[in-house]
């Protein structure tokens, strides 16, 4: 299982081969003889590439549970203060990773040199039994699922313009006056190019004509700082803008209810120590944070 994982998840036999210190025919071998125990053909095979049959997408993904699983209970037999090692995969979105993961991760390497991280930072939302991801930073109310969740914070979603822009075009005083002001939006947070309020105790939404359209938050928060027009962000995203002054909240009496800030583990019966700790880290650090609590 662990040869077919590694040739599958490297894309050939020979980095499979690399990534394992094995010799590419004794990689050959393992795979032949797991093919022909289980009588399927689990990957189609050439000189440079392989693709995975539809049998075998569907057997990665039991294997990677399957060796979790008994990398559990070989972290649990050698023991709960054993010193955190091995691989571990984390997921977040893009801005959020770059903002309030990565120092967490940075400190996490210091403290433990021996695990070796993988970020996926994406605005996707990833899969994390299918992509072998460990721990998840999520925002938003989650859905009912298996995973075990930890809150650690919370965003508000925000509506915004420079001072430069609101001074020229004034300031709305209703989200209706939305419809008569130049609008930005980032497409992945805004598909729908709709904002979202709360009044008198009930949700509404005002549809909007967008200026510019970017696929990037980045993007939508420069257009926004260089007088562009109004936009809508999460809180978190443009922190440093509203302490620099680059950016104002506006309509911030009709705001909808925070979005709750999680982190998502599918950590078993067992609590690996390479898990434990960085959950652990990662929580103590975004409660932490001034700007999520």
Known sequence: MGVFVAVAEEGGLSSGARRLGLSAPSVTRALTDLEQHLGVRLLLRTTRHVRMTEAGERYL???RRVISAADEA??????????????????????F????????VIKYMKLYPA???????????????????DVAIRIGELPDSSYKAIRVGSA?????????????????QSPEELTRHQIVVASGLNPTAEFKFFKNGSPFTIKVEPKLTVTDNDSAIDAAVKGLGV?????????PQLAEGSLKIVLSEYE??????HILHTEGRYATAKIRTLIDLMAENLRADGVLN
């Open 61 to 63: 993904a039991d294997c």
């Open 97 to 104: 990773g770059r903002m309030h993961v990565m120092p967490c």
């Open 256 to 261: 909808q209810t925070a979005s709750p800030v």
């Open 115 to 133: 695990v070796v991280v993988s970020a996926l930072f994406t605005d996707r939302v990833v899969n994390m039994i299918e992509e072998g991801v």
């Open 156 to 172: 508000r979603r925000v509506i915004c313009a420079s001072p430069g822009y609101l001074a020229e075009h004034g300031i709305p």
């Open 74 to 95: 070989d972290q649990a037999a050698i023991g709960i203060n054993a010193d955190p090692r091995g691989r571990v995969a984390l997921t977040a979105s893009v801005l």
């Open 231 to 239: 936009s809508n962000f999460l809180s978190y995203q443009i922190a």
